[in-house]
């Protein structure tokens, strides 16, 4: 069995495009939500979001790999290249070895849109041009990344719903370990636009509190009423102990376990279960004790139910073990698809700069969450091991356990 | 009818702005692969763009005469001379 170790980590999100400035927004409690006018107008319930800037591609990738992204690939792309250069992996290494990819995503909206629109309207399909269906597909950031980076191991996109990003880490942990592969690009991608997330805005399940956006998104908190929708990507660079060794990479953290589970209930229902069967499964996997863990990256939404449903599992977990909790996405709000690996991404900087990130919004508990230990404010702290879950629809859970490489 | 230059134009104007090929590279004989660096891909587009702008749909076993920036033009001239 190999250890499994992230080399190399890359950000591009609402609080900030690269590490440096998201380890500022961690760690002042920046948000990074606003109130979008033009979902309102288009018919949303909730017009708030995450907001984010398209980079700027032109004179840095040629016109085919532009074409071909849709915009979560693009951010994609920003957050593997700073992954690449922070795990000392040039273009001649990716050349010369067999370095993977995998990438949660779940969607890809305004290419399927745009196509149809143009086949109904011309009554035919080659008017919608070569780039659609590279663009159109649940793959698309693997497929583009992956031909980027001229990548020759393992290539797939994984499809989990908020899940898709831990899982795409939990299944690079897994093929590294049982040596299938020496080094795997993992990461999650989140589209934001106008029509991205319509139907799930349909649900209601989104928060009403137009009036104050950057307080939105309150998990655990009393008042929580709905989750924010949000985006960008984030890459974590996994790589066998061995392998980073014999480069001379510089080690961030070591993945310690993977767990997962399916409720097997519900489509949207949070369960505890399930998401109690994913964590235990993760400290089994790591060998630890769960009093080991310093810190969680809880999957808190900001929704009623959910929130309450994780922090039962917690205490059914750690029990009068109460190590610190928080939310980052009372910050980013919900970066579905990406939400996962992002999330490993934000407790790696706390665990390189000894803190844990203040829950943001959180003023006050109701009966179920006074039950955790939720950071009410920055914590200044050293993290030696800490828990990050991602729960999806359709009850698929993961836990990911990653511990300072020692 | 559009007179040759015109075409010649045309399709000049959406190689640089479409497709970032260097204005110099575009002389009659430029081979459309080897020359501009165009692919399979590239003439999906183009076809696109010349039903656009010419009104003209390219039919397979017609295209495989067509190698250099000249023969493209003259097709589509042609084209347009027999309409």
């Known amino acids: 069995m190999n250890r499994v170790v992230i080399t190399g980590i890359g950000i591009y999100s609402t609080i900030g495009k690269n590490i440096a400035e998201v380890k500022d927004s961690l760690y002042n409690g920046k948000s990074g939500i606003v109130l979008d006018a033009e979902r309102k107008k288009f018919g949303y319930q909730s017009g708030l979001t995450g907001k984010i800037e398209r980079p700027q591609l032109k004179g840095v990738l040629e016109r085919r790999s532009r074409i071909s992204m849709p915009e979560h690939a693009e951010y994609a792309y920003m957050s593997t290249v700073e992954a690449l250069k922070a795990a000392n992996m040039s273009q001649e ?112 399940a989104f928060s009403n509190r137009e009036s104050e956006p950057q ?36 080690i961030l953290a070591e993945v310690a376990g993977y767990g997962f589970s399916s409720d097997g209930k519900h489509l949207s229902v949070p369960d505890i279960d399930g998401p109690v069967r994913a ?86 508990p109701d009966e179920v969450t006074s039950k955790l230990n939720i950071a009410n404010k920055r914590i200044d702290k050293e993290i030696n091991m800490f828990l990050s879950n991602s729960f999806g629809f359709g009850g698929t859970n993961s836990s990911l356990i990653i511990k300072k490489f020692k | 009818m559009k007179q040759k230059e015109e075409i010649v134009k045309i399709i000049n104007n959406f190689l640089v702005e479409e497709f970032e090929i260097e204005e110099n590279k575009l002389k009659p004989d430029a081979l459309l692969q080897n020359d501009l660096g165009l692919e399979s891909l590239d003439f999906v587009d183009i076809a696109v763009i010349v039903e656009k702008e010419f009104g003209l749909k390219f039919k397979g076993e017609e295209m495989t005469n067509v190698k250099t920036l000249d023969d493209l033009c003259n097709y589509i001239y042609n084209y347009l001379k027999q309409q």
């Open chain 1, 93 to 204: 290494y990716l050349d010369n070895n067999i370095v993977g990819i995998i990438f949660g995503n779940d969607s890809s909206t305004p290419p399927v849109i745009e196509a149809v629109d143009i086949i109904r309207e011309k009554k035919n399909t080659f008017s919608v041009g070569s780039a659609s269906v590279f663009k159109s597909m649940n793959s698309s950031v693997t497929m583009n990344l992956s031909v980027v980076f001229k990548l020759k191991g393992i290539n797939f996109t994984l499809s989990g719903a908020c899940a898709s990003g831990s899982h795409s880490i939990g299944m690079g942990y897994f093929l590294i370990k049982h040596g299938y592969q020496d080094c795997i690009i993992c990461g999650g991608s989140q589209e934001i636009n106008l029509f991205c997330v319509g139907s799930f805005d349909a649900l209601g």
């Open chain 1, 279 to 364: 964590i235990n499964m993760s400290v089994k996997e790591a060998g630890i004790n769960p009093n080991q863990i310093d810190y969680i990256n809880a999957h808190a939404t900001s929704t009623p139910l959910g929130d309450a449903n994780e922090a039962q599992a917690l205490d059914s977990v750690f029990g009068a073990y109460k190590p610190l909790v928080s939310s980052t996405k009372s910050m980013t709000g919900h970066e579905m698809w990406m939400a996962g690996a992002s999330e490993i991404v934000y407790s790696v900087i706390m665990m390189q700069n000894s803190f844990v990130a203040q829950n943001i919004n959180f003023e006050e």
């Open chain 1, 215 to 250: 307080k939105a998104s309150r998990p655990f908190d009393k008042n929580r009423d709905g989750l924010v929708p949000s985006g960008g990507a984030a890459t974590v660079i996994l790589e066998s102990y061995e392998s980073a060794v014999k480069r001379g990479a510089p």
